[in-house]
Nanobody, 114 residues
Framework: QVQLVESGGGLVQAGGSLRLSCAAS???????AGWYRQAPGKQRELVAA???????NYADSVKGRFTISRDNAKSMVYLQMNSLKPEDTAVYYC?????????WGQGTQVTVSS
């Protein structure tokens, strides 16, 4: 079992930046990691993924603005969000998965005002 705890959400004006952090309770070096978001009335969607081998994948809506990274030594996953837009407003969830499990954090709210 791995527990994930997100932090770094908040209220920011459009054009601003936030950095989300995800702390894992154990080693995630063998895991794929990702950030998802869910806006009110919408389905949860993938924002960014960072596979164990280093490959990244981004939703088209955030390409060029968001960057996912990880520090396996610290069991941390990050999401740097720049040039934020009101449509980025959502609850952001950290995910870590591997062959033997799929784990989620409790989410952190990001609100972007226009």
């Amino acid at each position: 079992q791995v527990q994930l705890v997100e932090s770094g959400g908040g209220l920011v004006q459009a054009g601003g930046s936030l950095r989300l952090s995800c702390a894992a309770s154990g080693s995630i070096s063998r895991f794929n990691a990702g950030w998802y978001r869910q806006a009110p009335g919408k389905q949860r969607e993938l924002v960014a993924a960072l596979l164990r081998g280093g490959t990244t994948n981004y939703a088209d809506s955030v390409k060029g603005r968001f960057t996912i990274s990880r520090d396996n030594a610290k069991s941390m996953v990050y999401l740097q969000m720049n040039s934020l837009k009101p449509e980025d407003t959502a609850v952001y969830y950290c995910n870590a998965n591997w062959l033997y499990g799929d784990y989620w954090g409790q989410g952190t709210q990001v609100t972007v005002s226009s």
